[in-house]
C-alpha cells in the first residue's frame, strides 16, 4: 500500500498495488470457489444436502396424508347418523384399503375412533380416542425432526470451528507478516471468514425450512383432528 497526493482534493489517498499486474485500481474478483474450497465449507454443504433430502422426503409425506385428508375416505352424506352397529360396516370399507393408505393418519384415526364407539357406545370416549391417536401422531412427527435439529446446529458449529482454525494459522504465520510476508495471516483470515459467512447462510436456510415442516405437520395434525369432529363424532348417535 502506498500514498499519493491529489493536488485537486489536496489531501493524501490510499492504493493498494496488485503484486501481479501493478495497477493501483486493480480490484481482485472474489470467486465463489474460494467461499467452498476449505474442509469446514465442505462439511457443511453436504450436511445441508443431506437436510434438504430429508425435509423433502417428509414434504412428499405430508402432501400424501393431505390428499388422504382431503379425500372423505367414509363419504358420509349430510345428515347420516352413524350408529354402533354400524361401525363394523364402515371399519370393513376402512381395513380394505391398501396397506400404504391404511397405515396414513386419517384411516388409523377412523379406525381407533370407530373400534371404541362399537365397543363402548359412548361418544366421549371416541372423542378422547381421536385426540389421542392425533397427539400420539403430533409427538412422534416431532421426535423425527431431532436429526435435522441436530444438522441445524451443527452448521454453524463447524463454521465456528474454521473461524477458530483459520485464526490459529493466520497467528501462526504472524512472524512472517513481520517481515512483511502477509500472504499466510490473509490466508488464514479468510479461512476464518468464509467458514462463519456459509455456515450462517445454510443455517438461516435450513432454520427457515425445518419450521416450515414443523409447520405443515402442525396444521396437518390439527386438521386431522378437526375432520374427526366434524365429520366423524358428531355424525355418531346411540339410541
Aim: charged fraction near 25%; glycine fraction near 6%.
Amino acid at each position: 500500500m502506498y500514498y499519493t497526493f491529489d493536488p485537486r482534493r489536496r489531501r493524501y489517498s490510499s492504493a493498494t498495488v496488485s503484486p501481479k499486474f501493478g495497477d493501483p485500481a486493480f480490484v481482485s474478483e472474489r470467486s465463489f470457489y474460494v467461499l467452498i474450497k476449505d474442509y469446514e465449507q465442505e462439511v457443511v454443504l453436504i450436511l445441508m444436502l443431506w437436510a434438504i433430502g430429508i425435509i423433502g422426503y417428509k414434504a412428499r409425506q405430508q402432501r400424501v396424508e393431505r390428499r388422504a385428508l382431503d379425500a372423505d375416505i367414509l363419504k358420509l352424506p349430510d345428515g347420516m347418523r352413524i350408529l354402533p352397529e354400524d361401525t363394523r360396516e364402515y371399519s370393513r370399507q376402512l381395513e380394505s384399503l391398501p396397506i400404504e393408505q391404511r397405515n396414513l393418519l386419517v384411516p388409523r384415526a377412523l379406525l381407533a375412533s370407530l373400534g371404541r364407539f362399537g365397543a363402548t357406545r359412548h361418544v366421549q370416549d371416541v372423542s378422547t380416542v381421536a385426540h389421542n391417536v392425533c397427539q400420539t401422531e403430533a409427538e412422534r412427527l416431532d421426535s423425527e425432526l431431532s436429526m435435522l435439529r441436530y444438522i441445524a446446529w451443527a452448521i454453524p458449529a463447524i463454521g465456528f470451528i474454521g473461524t477458530v482454525r483459520g485464526i490459529g494459522d493466520a497467528l501462526a504465520q504472524a512472524h512472517k507478516a513481520v517481515g512483511g510476508d502477509i500472504s499466510g495471516v490473509t490466508e488464514g483470515l479468510g479461512v476464518a471468514f468464509n467458514s462463519t459467512l456459509i455456515a450462517l447462510l445454510l443455517s438461516i436456510l435450513l432454520m427457515f425450512l425445518l419450521h416450515a415442516l414443523q409447520r405443515s405437520q402442525e396444521r396437518l395434525v390439527l386438521d386431522t383432528e378437526t375432520y374427526l369432529d366434524q365429520r366423524l363424532i358428531r355424525n355418531m348417535q346411540v339410541r
